[in-house]
């Protein structure tokens, strides 16, 4: 009886042996395949994701974005507003001050120039803000010229004064007195643009 206690003890004892001989078998295989597996660090998970947002081109990150854009977009950068062109640079891009030969003073500091003549060389002269003081010397005779008044406008554009000059252009519009209709037509399409209007300049498109 002793001897079959004896028995199963040893066996119990041989058995606990051999779970902790393959416990540290399973734990040895395991650290030895865990090297042998090619896992990058995380500095360079990091960096290929780096390097593949760089790699892509524009389109294919802001897909969306761009196809309105394209949408939007025309082959005339100076036709319609879009939200790709503000109103700013779409003015700026398609302003300069009116100017015709036919109205260039051929007089220029003669001693006897009128209030008129003055106001002229100074706007030729492109020295604008000292211009729109010329022109309150003048009589209403003279700054109801529509040559005149045109050139006034123009003063008040380069000043800054947008609201003002738009009121002497559709003053000039309504009286139709003047040979620069398209002309007076072509500013104050680009004023209603300075004001965030849109506007196709394509009609009214200064020859």
Not at 36 to 48: D, F, Y
Not at 82 to 108: I, M, Q, V
Not at 147 to 162: D, E, R, S, V
């Amino acid at each position: 009886m002793n001897n079959k206690k004896v028995f199963q003890k040893k066996q119990i004892f041989y058995l606990s042996i051999l779970i902790g001989v393959v416990g540290v078998l399973a734990t040895l295989l395991y650290f030895i395949f865990a090297k042998n597996v090619n896992v990058p660090p995380k500095r360079e998970v990091a960096e290929s994701g780096k390097k593949y947002i760089k790699d892509q081109k524009p389109d294919s990150i802001f897909i969306k974005n761009i196809q309105v854009e394209k949408k939007e977009s025309h082959s005339n950068p100076k036709n319609e507003i879009g939200e790709h062109l503000n109103h700013d640079s779409l003015f700026a891009a398609n302003y300069k001050p009116f100017r015709h030969g036919s109205l260039e003073p051929t007089y220029r500091g003669e001693p006897n120039m009128t209030n008129r003549d003055k106001f002229l060389n100074l706007y030729w002269q492109e020295k604008y803000t000292e211009a729109l003081l010329q022109y309150t010397t003048m009589t209403e005779v003279e700054k109801s010229n529509p040559n005149i008044k045109l050139q006034y406008a123009i003063c008040l554009i380069q000043g800054g004064k947008y609201s003002s000059a738009e009121t002497i252009l559709e003053e000039l519009k309504k009286e139709d007195k003047s040979r620069f209709g398209k002309e007076i037509e072509w500013y104050l399409s680009l004023l209603k643009i300075k004001r965030g209007l849109k506007v196709n300049l394509d009609t009214y498109e200064k020859k």
